[in-house]
């Protein structure tokens, strides 16, 4: 099993829905992030927990929100989503002790119709 | 904000071929990382680099971290079809109490000449 898991893998919604993206890490990490990846764009961070009462925005903050139900849990919601929030998005966890070494889950694709 | 120039954005890649890419800055990190993507998942850490000036293997790569700071440098030597992929820099500042955010450039698609 994949040590970094998300859910769904694929999703096509409508705008305006209420879409969930669950993220959830068996490497026992403190800190979790949410990236989104563009084509020709590379990765932007929406938003990082260092721990479960450690939320704080990213680059691309506007348009979602996120919950740290537990350490081992980091969900990113899109309260209305819009096409332009179509993207591959990534949850990813590291460890405080190996600065830069990010695990990357396998992405969730979303599109938004 | 920071941004990372790297460059090539594309490349194609015919086995047994070196490849080279890299990375510029406008900003001075202390850290340097180099990711590879496979198609479908997601990105995995190849190399990191902590000190400038520093030169790191991981098998056929081979990664250097500019002495202005500013830079960092990727090569493949005698490239196979595996090596196909989206290859990712990204710097940061690390002050030991105090961790900034990962900054990654916008990739280095690697294909197969057809």
């Known amino acids: 099993d994949a040590d970094v898991t998300q859910t769904p893998r694929n999703r096509i919604t409508k705008t305006g829905k209420r879409i969930m993206l669950e993220c959830s890490q068996t490497?026992?990490?403190?800190?979790m992030y949410w990236y989104r990846q563009d084509p020709g764009l590379g990765l932007r961070l929406i938003y990082y927990?260092?721990?479960?009462?450690?939320?704080n925005k990213g680059e691309i903050s506007d348009g979602y929100s996120v919950s740290r139900q537990a350490q081992a849990k980091f969900s990113l919601s899109l309260e209305s989503a819009i096409p332009n929030q179509t993207a591959l998005y990534f949850c990813?966890?590291?460890?405080?002790?190996?600065?830069?070494?990010?695990?990357f889950g396998e992405g969730s694709r979303l599109t938004v119709l | 904000g920071q941004q990372l120039n790297q460059s090539p954005q594309s490349m194609f890649i015919q086995e047994g071929e070196d490849v080279s890419m890299n990375c510029t800055s406008s900003?001075?990190?202390?850290?340097w990382l180099w990711y590879k993507q496979d198609p479908g998942e997601g990105p995995v850490l190849l190399i990191a680099?902590?000190?400038?000036?520093e030169l790191t293997s991981n098998g056929r790569l081979t990664a250097q971290f500019g002495i202005t700071r500013k830079d960092s440098f990727l090569n493949i030597s005698a490239s196979i079809p595996s090596d196909v992929g989206i290859y990712f820099c990204?710097?940061?500042?690390?002050?030991?109490?105090?961790?900034?955010?990962?900054?990654f450039g916008k990739g280095t698609k690697l294909s197969v000449k057809p």
């Open positions: 990813a966890t590291s460890d405080t002790r190996s600065y830069g070494e990010l695990f």
């Open positions: 490497k026992g990490h403190d800190r």
């Open positions: 927990s260092f721990d479960v009462k450690d939320i």
């Open positions: 900003s001075i990190f202390n850290t």
């Open positions: 680099l902590y000190k400038a000036g």
């Open positions: 990204a710097g940061g500042m690390n002050y030991g109490g105090s961790q900034g955010n990962l900054i």
